[in-house]
């Protein structure tokens, strides 16, 4: 049975601080019997995979690294009207999406999710490295928390 809210961590944890939405993902799913109506999701890199993942949910709250022109570490809480992309597209993968375009796509099936919800992660670093930058990684346990409150 499909759960009908949605979390979903964005982004290559290969790349520092640009994986955070996955190692939050990590953080929920460790404790994922305390929200039992709730689907948490490394979405990663997965491109138009995400169009199946959140298709006719009631919620969907999608967590990535976002460069907002903000001090590294902040969150921001989003619509999708209130996100725009800069992502520059090779168009030579499917595992490669802009997820605002995803979003579109959804609508354009009639599988567009009740709500959907996003949290940018002002980054500090984005270099090949498994590791979050200090003041991400020490801020972690408060982003959870933030974003738990959607659920």
Known sequence: MVKKVLVAGLGNPLMSDEGVG???IERFQAEKDKFPDVEFVDAGTG????????ANRKKVILIDCALMGTRPGTIKRFAPEEVESIKKLSGQSLHEADILKVVEMSGQLGERPGK?????IEPETIAEGNELSRVIKNRLEEYAEIISKEF
Request: glycine content about 12%; aromatic content about 18%; hydrophobic content about 75%.
């Open 47 to 54: 491109g138009f995979a995400l169009l199946h993942l959140i």
């Open 116 to 120: 959907i919800v996003f949290f940018g």
């Open 22 to 24: 996955v190692r939050i």
